[in-house]
């Protein structure tokens, strides 16, 4: 069973705005941290933003993303989000969300794609 189902890429213009949204299943999605990752052709996986557990009270984010990017979680549908806006060039990338505890198993999404060009 695929943990999570990742929508909300595509293309997008310099300076525009889009939401990805990863939709958990199979795993205990509301005791888990989120996290968004990304990876350029040619550079490591990084992660973006983070989310504590439960209601999500903790939020970090990357300094390349801070003020442009925000994490949020709906539990009652076991899915988190990443709202993008102010997009630039460099934020082209494989996006990833990621659930990982201190203890038992990582769940990955399968990435998807954000392009931004104009």
């Known amino acids: 069973q695929v943990p999570f189902v990742e929508s909300g890429g595509g293309l997008v213009q310099p300076g525009g705005s889009l939401t990805l949204s990863c939709a958990a299943s199979?795993?205990?999605?509301?005791?888990?941290?989120m996290r968004w990752y990304r990876q350029d052709v040619g550079k490591e996986r990084e992660v973006v933003a983070e989310?504590?557990?439960?209601?999500?009270?903790?939020?970090w984010y990357a300094d390349s993303v801070k003020g442009r990017f925000t994490i949020s979680r709906d539990n009652a549908v076991n899915t988190v989000y990443l709202q993008m806006n102010s997009v630039n060039v460099e934020d082209t990338a494989l996006y990833f969300c990621?659930?990982?505890?201190?203890?038992?198993?990582?769940?990955w999404g399968q990435g998807i794609q954000v392009t931004v060009s104009s």
């Open positions: 990621n659930a990982r505890a201190l203890s038992g198993p990582e769940y």
């Open positions: 199979g795993f205990a999605f509301k005791a888990y941290p």
């Open positions: 989310m504590s557990a439960g209601g999500g009270e903790m939020t």
